[in-house]
DNA sequence: TTAATATTTATCCACTCGTATCAATTTAGA
DNA sequence: TCTAAATTGATACGAGTGGATAAATATTAA
């Protein structure tokens, strides 16, 4: 039992949980909802999870867990990095994961404007520690002259990750107003392009003297 | 009837429901607990509003009537504004109201991605207008010069109004996690100050000779 | 005051919810 | 093959849901 190889009932209901829970909510969703989609009977969550909140935990789990794979790939070539290419690199990885997974943060919306012990849970197990971590990375950043430092970190790291998946969580408003899917890769290619441009300094702001601005579009984007 | 001054139970249901369904959305509110917080009994919001649907509608109406309202109350001024002021002025009105009003971004957020009647009438009635206008008005300041230019108007679009009103939505966690109220005055002055600061161009790039950095500061953040 | 209307309250109903129970079935080990 | 465990399936239950109905009360007009 729980290898972690089986592709059967219990991942299953796994990867339903992830996608209703992402679309509804904790509250918004039902367990028969689920277990349909899993094409399983509805008794057997009582079983595989001993309820509907180990379900969503699980499912919360199994998200953090992806987003800190995407996020961390290619954390070995860092060292190779300059800091601004090591901010650039992970962005990146952020943003295709947005892209990916909305249902991540969506999840963690839903429980963030009332009190609950899954807010709690929540809080304790992955938002402080990854907050933390992140935060701590802007300042350093900062120092670095890879962000403008006239803004405080906190700030700055929630207009980022904001600015970074926003789009993605707008994504069925703006294709029922705009008919625009920003899932094809050539939008999601766009809008790493523009946030890049958008949150990180220009390369020759300050120390150096001005290079050139012709190429900056590929030199931005084309990192991983 | 209906002479918009009445300050009884039909505009007490109208308040708990913005209250209920920004912190639940529509799926997770009871209009039990809507009435209870109202102070009445459940069988008035039959009488009022004809059903939950119906109630919901009217609170999305309110709040978007609120925006409007928070967004163009100096719009009086504008004609003495230079678009920069013009573009200042409607970003930190937007701010003070995403600060004042999460629910109506959390609402429609709630909405967001699934189908269904009533995201249609919020497309329809609310988003698609207020984007469209939106979007052009952000070409229109990047054309002049106060936005960047060399990122598409969508994306900027979608970066600007994240970057105004994450932290708000991310306020629970915040408080939570590094006990930080973010709806504190100074803390949304602080934020209105920082995305300035990220998302518009600083004054003298382009056309002028460098004027001065030093005041930076307080020319961006005390326009209102 | 009286009659008509507007509003509130108290129940009721059909339905969905999460979950508990237990039988049926499949799987694995001897 | 036989047995025991693991897994799945069918059903039931109490709680809570939105909505409907009609009685009770408050308000207004005559």
Redesign the interface.
Known sequence: METGLELDTRSKLLKAAVVQF????F??TSVRKIADDAGVNHGSIKYHYSSKDDLWRAAVAYLYGLLDEAVHKDEAEWKNMSPREQIINSATNYIRFSAKH?ELS?I???E????SER??WL?ENF??PY??RAIARVALAQEQGVY?D???A???H??N???A???F??A???K???D?DVFDDDQIE??I???L???IRPENTEEKPSQDGADA?TSISNVT
């Open positions: 992402g679309k509804f909510g509250a918004g909305p969506r963690v919306f839903f963030t404007m009332h009190e807010l709690e809080t938002i402080r907050t933390s403008v006239d803004v405080p906190m700030n700055l929630y207009v990750i904001a600015a998946k926003n789009i969580l707008m069925p408003e703006i029922r107003a705009f625009i766009q809008h392009d523009a946030v441009k958008l949150t579009d």
